[in-house]
């Protein structure tokens, strides 16, 4: 049971290039999400899904893109890569929480992203 | 306005001793939860403790208890008997609201507690 996986654990980028980081959970959990942290800020949602097919912008969305096709899987992705995307970026995922459930979320390991 | 203050950016104790890391919340809704997670300096985020809104007494898990203060909305973190491995980021969170809405956590900016020998 590896729980949540995340690829690649590093990279460089430079200004304008794309790339995708992958997501991946095997304990079955509907609902997955992107956070990104940067020194003093804590951890912020990027975007996030409740479901295979389905995503929601979160509370810092501009300048990525996600898609979920399949349940086990949720990609994030940069189109054209900008300085302050610089960050650590985490993936979680969790069980649906039904009311009065602890069903907390499971991070997988980050990515560290730098852009030049 | 912040969700989740915490208001010690460093924190020191010496190993044996207990501390005390600060969280206040502010939120309308009175369904929610409350979590602490532990961050090493290898950064994976490890999952501490969880208090829900409605429990009626404070969280335990081993060395970890959470002191919940509902009217003052603080949630602070107690770690019992300090060890040199706590030496860690500890961020609180809080999800709100209940059934298909209440998933999404937001997090404080952390707290750096050091364990000194």
């Known amino acids: 049971n590896a729980g949540v996986t995340q690829t690649p654990k590093f990279r460089v980028l430079k200004t304008g290039q794309s790339m995708t980081l992958l997501c991946a959970q095997d304990?079955?959990?509907?609902?997955m999400y992107w956070y990104r942290q940067d020194p003093g800020m804590g951890l912020r949602l990027i975007h996030y899904?409740?479901?295979?097919?389905?995503?929601a912008k979160g509370e810092v969305p501009d300048g990525y893109n996600v898609s979920r096709l399949k349940k086990q899987n949720f990609l994030l992705g940069l189109e054209s890569a900008a300085p302050s995307q610089t960050s650590v970026y985490f993936c979680?995922?969790?069980?649906?929480?039904?009311?009065?459930?602890?069903?907390?979320?499971?991070f997988g390991p980050g990515t560290r992203l730098t852009v030049t | 306005a912040q969700k989740i203050t915490q208001t010690q950016p460093g924190m020191f104790v010496q190993e044996k001793e207990a501390v005390t890391l600060d969280c206040t919340y502010d939120?309308?809704?009175?369904?929610?939860?409350l979590f602490w997670y532990k961050q090493p300096s290898s950064g994976e985020m490890i999952f501490l403790i969880y208090q829900g809104s409605y429990d009626q007494q404070n969280a335990t898990e081993g060395r970890y208890s959470l002191n919940f203060q509902k009217a003052r909305k603080s949630a602070n973190l107690v770690i019992s008997a300090s060890q040199l491995g706590d030496s860690a980021m500890y961020f609180c969170?809080?999800?709100?609201?209940?059934?298909?809405?209440?998933?999404?956590?937001?997090f404080g900016k952390g707290t750096l507690l050091t364990v000194n020998p």
């Open positions: 899904s409740v479901g295979e097919g389905t995503t």
């Open positions: 969170a809080m999800r709100e609201g209940s059934g298909g809405s209440n998933y999404k956590l937001t």
């Open positions: 304990m079955n959990h509907e609902y």
């Open positions: 939120t309308s809704d009175p369904s929610y939860g």
């Open positions: 979680a995922s969790s069980y649906y929480p039904g009311l009065e459930i602890n069903y907390e979320q499971y």
